[in-house]
T-cell receptor
C-alpha cells in the first residue's frame, strides 16, 4: 500500500517552454502532497505544500508564478514549470502523507521522481 | 532555524557487520524523527518513524534510537547486505510548520 506515482519519469524540454509533472497516490487518498527538488548529491529541498482544493503554500524563495501547483483531487497533484530555463534542470519529487482514521501520521510516501533537463 | 547534520562521508563496511549512521540536529526536538532510504535516481522510501517519547524502534534488521538530550538519532542495520547499499536520509517533522526537513544523507556501501 501507499504507492505514489509520477509522470513523466524524465523529460527534456527547450528553454522557454512549460512542463507539467503529475503526482498520483494510487491506493490511498492524500489530502496533502509535497513537492521537492533535489540537486546532485544534495538533500531534498521542499518547494511547496499542496492541499486538496486550496492554494499551495510555497517555501521562501520559490516563485509561485513559475512553479504552478494544482491539487485538483485527493489523488492527483500537478507541478507545472513555466517558461523553463536551464537552471530549472533538476530532479523533482513529490510525496503524499497518509491520513489515518485514528489521526494524522507523518510518514511521507514518495514518488519515483522526475528528471527535468532544460536545453 | 533547525539544522540537521549527517555524515557526508560514505560509510564503507563489510557484509554481515552492523552499520551505524548518525543524525544530529540543532534547536528544539521534533515530535517525530524519520529515516528514509534513497537509491540513485529514485525517490526516498520511508523506513522508520520514532516519536520523541520513544527511545528505540525496531523493524526487522533496522533499529533507530532517539536521544532528545543529545539531540541525536542513530540508525542501525544489523547483518548488513550489499543490497543495503544506498543513501540514508534523516528527516525531522516540524509541528510548527507541518513539514519535513531532510538531512543531506549518508551513503552506505556494503562490500560483499
Amino acid at each position: 500500500g501507499a504507492v505514489v506515482s509520477q509522470h513523466p519519469s524524465w523529460v527534456i524540454c527547450k528553454s522557454g517552454t512549460s512542463v507539467k509533472i503529475e503526482c498520483r497516490s494510487l491506493d490511498f487518498q492524500a489530502t496533502t502532497m509535497f513537492w521537492y527538488r533535489q540537486f546532485p548529491k544534495q538533500s531534498l529541498m521542499l518547494m511547496a505544500t499542496s492541499n486538496e482544493g486550496s492554494k499551495a503554500t510555497y517555501e521562501q524563495g520559490v516563485e509561485k508564478d513559475k512553479f504552478l501547483i494544482n491539487h485538483a483531487s485527493l489523488t492527483l497533484s500537478t507541478l507545472t514549470v513555466t517558461s523553463a530555463h536551464p537552471e530549472d534542470s533538476s530532479f523533482y519529487i513529490c510525496s503524499a502523507s497518509v491520513q489515518r482514521a485514528a489521526g494524522v501520521t507523518y510518514e511521507q510516501y514518495f514518488g519515483p521522481g522526475t528528471r527535468l533537463t532544460v536545453t | 532555524s533547525q539544522k540537521i547534520e549527517q555524515n557526508s562521508e560514505a560509510l564503507n563496511i563489510q557484509e554481515g557487520k552492523t552499520a551505524t549512521l548518525t543524525c544530529n540536529y540543532t534547536n528544539y526536538s521534533p515530535a517525530y524523527l524519520q529515516w528514509y532510504r534513497q537509491d540513485p535516481g529514485r525517490g526516498p522510501v520511508f523506513l522508520l518513524l520514532i516519536r520523541e517519547n520513544e527511545k528505540e524502534k525496531r523493524k526487522e534488521r533496522l533499529k533507530v534510537t532517539f536521544d532528545t538530550t543529545l539531540k541525536q538519532s542513530l540508525f542501525h542495520i544489523t547483518a548488513s547486505q550489499p543490497a543495503d547499499s544506498a543513501t540514508y536520509l534523516c528527516a525531522l517533522w516540524m509541528d510548527s510548520s507541518y513539514k519535513l526537513i531532510f538531512g543531506s544523507g549518508t551513503r552506505l556501501l556494503v562490500r560483499p
